[in-house]
């Protein structure tokens, strides 16, 4: 009765019904510890951030709480092709990047040897990345240097 059989159906119902009540049971408790777990998990992420916040260092950022409820349903077909979108375009950002930075490294190497070559100052312009002598304005996109 404890696993929500009514008495009637146990005395009288099909036999193989208690059988089910009971499988129902089991995932019905570990369902419930599942949650307890989760709510747990919470919890503690809660606490450790506000003790790590409370204790942390001047001029180190806060922390935050966990941004979205954790996911424990299997993501949808359109969710799960969205979510690797965002994850490509996240690495082709990185690697733009990085190839800029390597771009704008080897402008400043061959700015700084052709520094040492004619003996006038090179800069590169922050706006389009060109590398020329230094003047107040870019001579390619005409941006204030
Ligand atoms: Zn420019």
């Known amino acids: 009765m404890a696993m929500g059989m009514p ?7 099909e036999t193989w019904a208690a059988v089910e009540y009971r ?7 570990e369902q ?3 949650f307890a777990w989760l709510q747990g998990l919470y919890f503690f992420d809660g606490v450790s951030v506000a003790i790590s916040n409370a204790l942390r260092k001047k001029g180190t950022r806060a922390q935050d709480y966990i941004k979205e409820p954790i996911r424990i349903t299997p993501l949808s077909p359109q969710e799960k092709a969205a979510k690797e979108r965002a994850e490509q375009n996240k690495i082709i950002a990185y690697f733009s990047n990085l190839e800029r930075a390597s771009d704008r490294e080897n402008e400043a190497a061959r700015a700084s040897m052709l520094l040492s070559a004619d003996g006038s100052e090179m800069i590169i312009c922050p706006h389009c990345d060109t590398y020329q002598t230094r003047r107040s304005v870019c001579m390619k996109c005409k941006a204030a240097l």
Do not use: M, P, T, V
Not at 23 to 29: K, P, Q, V
């Open 7 to 13: 008495r009637k159906e146990f005395w009288y119902g």
């Open 23 to 29: 499988r129902a049971y089991d995932l019905r408790l």
């Open 32 to 34: 419930e510890s599942q």
